[in-house]
């Protein structure tokens, strides 16, 4: 509940230096569905069902937060127009590995491309069935509670270095076919840069964030929270979330330097909330 109210608080300040204007759908929908779960959960806790509370209590949090982060993302570009893509690139060049080999090599393998495309999409079905798994399948609240913890101190580091050092995408950078509709990012962000942006909604909501990556991000943090499982489920999860962050450059437009800053400010936002709870490396 902290880091929600710390991006409130922090979405609250920007919104009167912005130019952009939000559809109200994107508040209100959001606010009854989170009412009705809060509701719900009362509802819960007294009949002591603590598995139902937490996995309300879990989807609660994760909507609200990921609702002002989606508009958040989108006050920032404005107030630092100057985008990093030649920067990031000459990074990815000097470690010899670039995104555009990584994508060339990539679309010359049949049908691997298309793989990877299906897996970076997945991640929308991998981040939302997180609460049912981890509250109704391994009936862990504790533990579900310190990943939604990471996920979004996480999120908070993502935006402030995405402040600092906007940038578009490699496809757009380095005139690489646009098979993934990145396009419609790079449009978002010059908008926004020139003050040209019309009315944030639902329906044209984009993920902005180039660097640090956030799907790897999150997909190092789930896991990361497999840790504790079977020695074959944390296997799995280790090859899903090197797929994931082969599927950032290819899909997503990543730079390769993007990789490693979502993996930066994944153990960053872990470190940090352990701190901050008192937990040892071993718990």
């Known amino acids: 509940m902290a880091a929600v109210a710390v991006l409130v608080l922090g979405t609250l300040l920007l919104f009167p230096l912005s130019h952009i204007q939000v559809e109200l759908g994107f508040f209100w929908k959001v606010s009854v569905g989170v009412g009705v779960m809060q509701l719900l959960a009362v509802r819960y806790r007294r009949q002591e069902e603590w598995t139902l509370v ?22 920032l570009p404005e107030h630092n127009p100057d985008f990093w893509d030649a920067d990031f690139a000459g990074f990815d060049q000097r470690l010899g590995l670039t995104s555009a080999a990584i994508v060339e090599w990539t679309r010359s393998v049949p049908h691997l491309d298309m793989i990877l495309a299906k897996i970076y999409y997945a991640f929308f079905f991998h ?19 310190e990943t939604l913890a990471n996920m979004c101190v996480c999120a908070i580091f993502g935006l402030v270095l995405f402040a600092v050092f906007p940038a578009k995408n490699a496809i757009f ?3 690489i076919e646009d098979i993934h509709f990145t396009g419609l990012l790079v449009e978002h962000l010059d ?15 984009q993920g ?28 799995l999860g280790v090859i899903w979330t090197l797929l ?8 997503g437009g990543h730079y390769v330097i993007d990789i490693w800053g979502g ?9 940090f909330v352990r701190w901050l709870s008192g937990s040892k490396p071993q718990d």
Not at 55 to 73: E, H, K, N, P, W
């Open 127 to 145: 981040f939302a069935l997180y609460i049912p798994y981890a509250a109704g399948v391994r009936r862990d609240p504790w533990r579900m509670y």
């Open 173 to 175: 950078f380095y005139g």
């Open 208 to 235: 902005l964030i180039q660097f640090p990556s956030f799907h790897v991000a999150i997909a190092v943090l789930l896991c990361w929270d497999l840790r504790y499982e079977r020695r074959v489920v944390l296997v």
């Open 263 to 271: 993996v930066g400010i994944a153990v960053a936002a872990v470190a």
């Open 244 to 251: 994931m962050a082969w599927s950032a450059i290819t899909t």
């Open 54 to 75: 937490a996995a309300l209590d879990g989807a609660s949090l994760l909507i609200a937060f990921s609702t002002v982060y989606a508009v958040t993302q989108y006050l």
């Open 191 to 205: 908008q926004l840069s020139k003050h040209r942006f019309g009315t944030l909604t639902p329906a044209n909501a």
